[in-house]
């Protein structure tokens, strides 16, 4: 993978936009425990795709992009959660669901090229 790439763009994307919601829901909200699972799961992505870049075979790097979907699809469930909940509205929620989504059908199709291509 190379070190400029779009799924390590959008992920920083996310997470500043992820950290941007956290900081909305501490002041604004007053919410601090759904929150705070939301801010460890939705900055986890390119933290994973990052080490995922700097892995040391094709396992390492596969390993580590699983992990980014599965925190990718956690930050979704929180997503959902916050909205459910009222901590967030409807379109302050689908806007940062499409964008996970969005990661995940990324990450997954990398999952599927990688694994057809060791195959």
Known sequence: MKNDNIIQQK???????????YK????????FVLSKQL???????????EESIGGQSDKDFLSKLSVAYKE?????Y?????????????SEAES????AEEICKILGKIQITLK????
Do not use: P
């Open 116 to 119: 057809n291509r060791n195959s």
């Open 72 to 76: 990718a699809r956690e930050t979704i």
């Open 11 to 21: 992920s920083f994307a996310f997470a500043v936009r992820i950290v941007n919601a």
């Open 78 to 90: 929180w997503l959902k959660l916050l909205q459910a909940t009222d901590y967030l509205s409807k």
């Open 24 to 31: 909305y829901l501490l002041s604004e909200k007053k919410e």
């Open 39 to 49: 801010l460890r799961s939705g900055t986890s992505i390119g933290a994973n795709i």
């Open 96 to 99: 940062l669901l499409n964008d």
